[in-house]
Nanobody, 124 residues
């Protein structure tokens, strides 16, 4: 599967952005999907993903819970991340990730495919 992330940009503190990740290739609905981010000089960290449960639940990092919302449109093969109330510490390159066999948890090493990343910069 190929992933193409978009939607990043420059936004002021308190603003909003919506990231998109278009997937091509195999059946999108069967993949576990998540968003990660990496700030300069820091390790890649988990942001949000879909849990492995029925009904499917969403999982968020504590730092973004209540502000970010992950969603997916299986008909359009697209993953989204709605980001509200943005803070300077949200500045990072955001990556979408896919795992062939369901939810991969919060460890980036569990994911098989990665988008190229989209830069989000929050100015104060």
């Amino acid at each position: 599967v190929q992933l193409q992330a978009s939607g990043g940009g420059l936004v002021q503190v308190g603003g909003s952005l919506r990231l998109s990740c278009a997937a091509s290739g195999r059946t999108f609905s069967s993949y576990g999907m998540a968003w990660f981010r990496q700030a300069p000089g820091k390790e890649r960290e988990f942001v949000a993903g879909f849990g492995w449960a029925t009904p499917i639940t969403t999982v968020y990092a504590a730092s973004v819970k209540g502000r970010f919302t992950i969603s997916r449109d299986n008909a359009e093969n697209t993953l989204y991340l709605q980001m509200n109330s943005l803070k300077p510490e949200d500045t990072a390159v955001y990556y979408c990730a896919a795992r062939e066999h369901g939810y991969g948890g919060d460890f980036y090493g569990n994911y098989d495919y990665w988008g190229q990343g989209t830069l989000v910069t929050v100015s104060s």
